[in-house]
């Protein structure tokens, strides 16, 4: 059996919208703000600090919430 390969997701939920984990309920919240010189300069710095935070989760550290089995 495969293993189920993470990736990172836009998602539009009621109480979030931003990226998160596909496996796990890991959310990407910034920290901070972002600076530069232009709008892809700003970009890259929030690209690089999502995608840095999302390598270094660990999903079992992040679990879902389980449903209510009714």
């Not at 700003?42 to 270094?56: C, T």
């Amino acid at each position: 059996m495969e293993a189920k390969r993470r990736r990172l997701e836009w998602v539009e939920r009621e109480n979030f919208e931003g990226w998160a984990c596909t496996e796990c309920s890991w959310k990407f919240v910034p920290k901070g703000p972002f600076y530069g010189e232009s709008i892809d300069e700003l970009r890259m710095h929030f690209e690089l600090q999502r995608d840095k935070e999302f390598r270094a989760h660990v999903c079992v550290e992040h679990p879902r919430a389980k449903k209510n089995p009714r």
